[in-house]
């Protein structure tokens, strides 16, 4: 899994147009970012030891990042959806 800066960037700048509450405005602010830490950290984290020959639990760290900029983009989308039709009339 390769992360890319392209959907932090898209998210710190969209969420201030996204139609949410300031704590769903936060979650979304800050899911890509935290995602971009936690996976290369679960990777580098879970082999630290010179014996290990396969990752340890650390490796979880990843699915968490994943599932974390997954429900950030998707609440972020959410936002940006209401924006819109709230701005069109419907």
């Given at each position: 899994?390769?992360?890319?800066?392209?959907?932090?960037?898209?998210s710190l700048?969209?969420?201030?147009?996204?139609?949410l509450?300031?704590?769903?405005?936060?979650?979304?602010?800050?899911?890509?970012?935290?995602?971009?830490?936690?996976?290369?950290?679960?990777?580098?984290?879970?082999?630290?030891?010179?014996?290990?020959?396969?990752?340890?639990?650390?490796?979880?760290?990843?699915?968490?990042?994943?599932?974390?900029?997954?429900?950030?983009?998707?609440?972020?989308g959410?936002?940006?959806?209401?924006?819109?039709?709230?701005?069109?009339?419907?």
């Amino acid at each position: 899994m390769r992360m890319h800066s392209g959907s932090s960037r898209v998210s710190l700048a969209d969420h201030r147009l996204a139609r949410l509450s300031p704590a769903w405005k936060w979650f979304a602010r800050l899911a890509a970012p935290t995602a971009a830490i936690l996976v290369p950290s679960a990777f580098f984290l879970s082999v630290l030891s010179p014996e290990a020959e396969e990752p340890n639990a650390l490796i979880y760290l990843a699915y968490g990042g994943a599932v974390l900029l997954a429900a950030g983009m998707v609440t972020l989308g959410v936002g940006l959806i209401r924006a819109t039709r709230a701005s069109s009339g419907t």
